[in-house]
């Protein structure tokens, strides 16, 4: 579903402090609630004042996902202040798939299924490799519509680099109003020529 035809208004961004900082801000701008859980405060409060003037809000939520309970009580006290999130845009790294699953029981729903957009990193790993139980597991969901997007590189002159942050949050944002349930930003192939 894209956003154009959003029913709620509530947007969760997991570590959106950083390379999403700019799809926070624009769905912010775009009237949006915007809650984005992060680990540092200082960089959650400057992006929250950075979205002042929107016609929406970020809500900045200081908490670490690698601390399955810290991370919990922070979605539940989230859901109740602001109401379940009809999306989510989660930037989780493959080592911490509980995460995953815990935002997926956050935005649950089986009377109005939430959209989970998966983030895939390529700095590491091929991520077209990624944690295919994981994957497998939140598309079985009937509670959540499971979409991935996958960050690539991009090769020109024959040289290849790592996307840009701008770029990053361009392909998001047209990825999530598109409502498109897998894509690519950038290339992934050939793998061998990643930076």
Same mark, same amino acid.
């Given at each position: 579903?894209?956003?154009?035809?959003? %029913?709620?208004? %509530? =947007?969760?961004?997991?570590?959106?402090?950083?390379?999403? /900082?700019?799809?926070?801000r624009?769905?912010?701008?775009?009237?949006?609630?915007?809650?984005?859980?992060?680990?540092? *405060?200082?960089?959650l409060?400057?992006l929250?004042?950075?979205?002042?003037?929107s016609?929406?809000?970020? %809500?900045? =939520?200081a908490?670490?996902?690698?601390?399955? /309970?810290?991370?919990?009580?922070?979605?539940?006290? @989230?859901?109740?202040?602001?109401?379940?999130?009809?999306?989510?845009?989660?930037?989780?790294?493959?080592?911490?798939?509980? /995460?995953?699953?815990?935002v997926?029981?956050? =935005?649950? @729903?089986? /009377?109005?299924?939430? @959209?989970?957009y998966?983030?895939l990193?390529?700095?590491?790993?091929?991520? =077209?490799?990624?944690?295919?139980?994981?994957?497998?597991d939140?598309?079985?969901?009937?509670?959540?519509?499971?979409?991935?997007?996958?960050?690539?590189?991009?090769?020109?002159?024959?040289?290849?680099?790592?996307?840009?942050?701008?770029?990053?949050?361009?392909?998001?944002?047209?990825?999530?109003?598109?409502?498109? @349930?897998?894509?690519?930003?950038?290339? *992934?192939?050939?793998w061998?020529?990643?930076?």
């Amino acid at each position: 579903m894209s956003l154009q035809g959003r %029913h709620g208004h %509530h =947007i969760l961004v997991i570590g959106g402090t950083g390379m999403l /900082a700019g799809v926070c801000r624009q769905l912010a701008e775009d009237g949006y609630s915007v809650s984005v859980v992060a680990r540092t *405060t200082e960089r959650l409060r400057h992006l929250a004042a950075s979205a002042r003037s929107s016609s929406g809000v970020i %809500h900045p =939520i200081a908490a670490d996902y690698s601390r399955s /309970a810290e991370f919990e009580r922070a979605l539940v006290s @989230d859901c109740e202040q602001f109401g379940r999130p009809s999306l989510a845009l989660c930037w989780i790294h493959n080592h911490s798939r509980d /995460a995953a699953v815990q935002v997926a029981g956050a =935005i649950g @729903d089986f /009377a109005a299924p939430a @959209d989970f957009y998966n983030i895939l990193g390529s700095a590491a790993a091929n991520p =077209i490799q990624a944690d295919a139980e994981l994957r497998r597991d939140l598309k079985r969901r009937k509670d959540i519509r499971y979409h991935e997007i996958t960050l690539g590189f991009k090769i020109e002159n024959g040289q290849s680099r790592w996307l840009t942050h701008a770029e990053i949050c361009a392909g998001i944002l047209v990825v999530v109003r598109d409502g498109s @349930d897998q894509a690519i930003i950038g290339t *992934t192939t050939p793998w061998e020529m990643r930076p």
